[in-house]
């Protein structure tokens, strides 16, 4: 069997696992010396962990650094943590699946191991929460699937499937006859990732690039509470009216958090967490995305120098150490309103996007009598 075999036989495993949390079963790893069972707190019929609880002793949960610190139990960790449950925990309460949950003062808590981590990093790459349970000794229960290795989990989970293109078809959109629409896919994700060509590259020696982050409620419903819309629309004008350029659409929606959290994010943000805060408090990073997926599809179409859309650093960091030029960097704002302006804010003051004059305004005192 070759080595792209074999990756692909780990992907499909670790695939086959995110489905088991999904569903509320439990997975084990047969070199975990711990002998633990995991389950997703946050899954569909996870009547089965609620047993745990109740009938077998040496349960407990596994968070996010991010989650223990917005709970106050630890400061900031690079990786999980292991918190033993007493009676009348809140398990869900303390994943994040609600919005307040008071941990008791003293409450022990400790490094997760190995094991925990990589069922933690499969929860949150199956679109669920990034908090699992854990059973030590596994119980008497079995586990619905088991996992050949933690180091297996640890160094795929997370880790970008290599991209290959699928189809290509003729798309005419407002604005221009002339685009090309290119689908990517990886051997085990199911959503495939979107290039729109328009006009001929070939007549460009660097062509206008936007790398575009899926945006349902913006892309689709034309929501007013961030932007992702309106710059999508606006990069598509941009490039027919300029005769060229390719729209990178990544399907990492809600920042890389999936749809469903991204709206119990919205639920938090009405209650008066900012973008980032909401983020942290379900268990996530500030920014789960991948921009490397953009530079992969870039090389695929044989463009290595771009003139690239964007407020955000990161891209232009990402793709330049993938090889890709930037040969100019084109800011790309569009006007914020009443629902949109403090989630603008947040992104210039504490995710660093370049929205120079956002903040600006911001910080100008309000006329007299306003």
Not at 10 to 22: H, I, K, N, Q
Not at 267 to 272: K, N, T
Request: net charge neutral.
């Amino acid at each position: 069997m070759t080595s792209r075999r074999v990756v692909a036989a780990e992907m499909a495993m670790l695939s086959a696992a995110e489905s088991v949390l999904r569903a509320g079963g439990s997975i084990a790893f047969d070199d975990d010396p711990n002998g633990a069972l995991y389950a997703a707190i946050d899954a569909t019929g996870a009547a089965e962990w609620r047993r745990w609880i109740e009938v077998d002793g040496g349960t407990a949960v596994v968070l996010t650094g991010a989650r223990a610190s917005r709970l106050g139990i630890a400061a900031w960790l690079d990786g999980c943590l292991t918190i033993p449950l007493q009676p009348g925990d809140d398990v869900e309460a303390l994943a994040g699946c609600r919005d307040r949950v008071v941990m008791p003062s003293g409450r022990r808590s400790y490094p997760a191991s190995a094991a925990a981590e990589a069922a933690v990093m499969l929860a949150k790459q199956a679109g669920l929460l990034p908090a699992v349970l854990e059973r030590a000794r596994g119980g008497r229960a079995a586990p619905t699937l088991r996992l050949p290795g933690v180091e297996l989990a640890r160094s795929t989970a997370g880790t970008t499937e290599p991209l290959t293109l699928g189809v290509t078809v003729r798309l005419p959109i407002p604005g221009t006859n002339a685009a090309r629409l290119f689908a990517f896919r990886a051997a085990t994700e199911p959503a495939e990732h979107l290039a729109l060509v328009i006009g001929d590259l070939g007549a460009r020696d660097a062509p206008l690039c936007r790398i575009h982050s899926e945006c349902l409620t913006g892309d689709v419903f034309g929501s007013l509470r961030c932007d992702c819309g309106q710059q999508l629309r606006m990069a598509l004008t941009r490039m027919a009216a300029d005769g060229a350029g390719v729209l990178l659409y990544l399907r990492q929606e809600g920042r890389g958090i999936g749809l469903l959290n991204k709206l119990r994010a919205y639920e938090l943000q009405e209650r008066g967490l900012d973008t980032v805060d909401a983020n942290t408090h379900l268990g996530f990073r500030d920014d789960e995305r991948d921009f490397s997926l953009a530079a992969s599809m870039l090389r695929q179409l044989e463009i290595t120098r771009v003139r690239l859309l964007t407020n955000n650093p990161d891209k232009l960091s990402v793709l330049e150490r993938h090889g890709v030029a930037i040969v100019e960097h084109i800011s790309h704002c569009v006007p914020a309103n009443e629902h949109n302006r403090a989630y603008l804010l947040t992104k210039a003051t504490r995710s660093g996007h370049l929205l120079r004059d956002l903040v600006s305004a911001a910080a100008r005192p309000l006329p007299v009598g306003t």
